[in-house]
Nanobody, 127 residues
């Protein structure tokens, strides 16, 4: 079993930056592809970004491309989401997820591909 704990959320103003962290325990971290998803009030959970096991491949939703960056530190068993130029539309609960079946260079965007989920961290962006 893999446990994921997100941190770093908060209340910021538009155009600010924020870094989310997700610490993993259990399992073998470098065998996991990792992703970030978010869910705004009244909306379905949506994909934000993902990074492959090898960190050689990362993918992003169109809404965050160029503003957000996903990275991972295998030594610390942590995945990060660096968020720049935040907008009120980015307000949501952000979830970290782990994909235990992805092959080395694959990063996936479907929530159904992910096996483990964190509890989420709230990000609120005021205008």
């Amino acid at each position: 079993q893999v446990q994921l704990v997100e941190s770093g959320g908060g209340l910021v103003q538009a155009e600010d930056s924020l870094r989310l962290s997700c610490a993993a325990s259990g399992g073998t971290f470098n065998r996991l592809a990792l992703g970030w998803f978010r869910q705004a009030p009244g909306k379905e959970r949506e994909f934000v970004a993902a990074i492959s096991r090898s960190a050689s491949n990362s993918i992003y939703s169109e809404s965050v491309k160029g503003r957000f960056t996903i990275s991972r530190d295998n030594a610390k068993k942590t995945v990060y989401l660096h968020m720049n130029s935040l907008k009120p539309a980015d307000t949501a609960v952000y979830y970290c997820a782990a994909d235990a079946t992805a092959i080395l260079m694959v990063a996936r965007s479907r929530a159904s591909d992910y096996d483990y989920w964190g509890q989420g961290t709230q990000v609120t962006v005021s205008s």
